[in-house]
């Protein structure tokens, strides 16, 4: 028996992004999937795009475009989360910026922290937080800096499209 398109497909994209999953509702008892793990989420248009958090960096290192280190307030730490946004079906345009967002153990939601630094461990910030992919396959590596606690530890890490306004959220534990 020959296996379906979308079997093929999936099969496919296995390949190429890793382990990957979709977007949808987790039981209370599900364990989020780790670093590595790629989501195919939609935007509040219809438009797809496999978000892969690639690392967690706790504590993260920000640089200024001169290579200057950008340290964190007194008591506070960067933790700065990487991914790899590949479009699968229409035009993507996130703000990465708005999208990103750590849960403390505390259970308090951490938002992305606008440094204007021009490096996140050794990653750039995309292009200012914006991700424009046109075609199927296109793709970006980045990551975003956000302001946590000293002490505080991390429960997830999420991605919410559309800044979560209608899209989808795909959840990975540190």
Excluded: C
């Excluded at 793990?37 to 690639?54: C, E, R």
């Excluded at 200024?64 to 035009?91: E, I, L, Q, Y």
């Amino acid at each position: 028996m020959r296996p379906s398109r979308n079997v093929a497909t999936a099969a496919v994209a296995a390949a190429a992004f890793g382990a990957v999953g979709t977007a949808g509702p987790a039981s209370a008892a599900a364990r989020p999937p780790g670093p590595g793990h790629a989501f195919l989420l939609k935007d509040q248009n219809g438009h797809s795009a496999y978000v892969n958090l690639t690392h967690v960096f706790s504590p993260g290192t920000l640089r200024d475009s001169s290579g200057a280190k950008d340290n964190p307030p007194r008591g506070k730490r960067w933790v700065v989360t990487a991914f790899k946004v590949t479009d699968w079906h229409g035009k993507i345009a996130e703000d990465a910026d708005g999208d990103v967002s750590v849960i403390g153990t505390n259970h308090q939601v951490y938002e992305t922290y606008i440094t204007g630094d021009s490096s996140y461990n050794g990653y750039t910030d995309f292009n200012y937080g914006e991700i424009t992919l046109n075609r199927h396959g296109a793709y970006l590596i980045g990551a975003v800096s956000i302001l946590m606690p000293k002490n505080e530890g991390i429960r997830s890490v999420t991605w919410a499209m559309s800044d979560g306004f209608g899209g989808q959220r795909g959840t990975w534990r540190p």
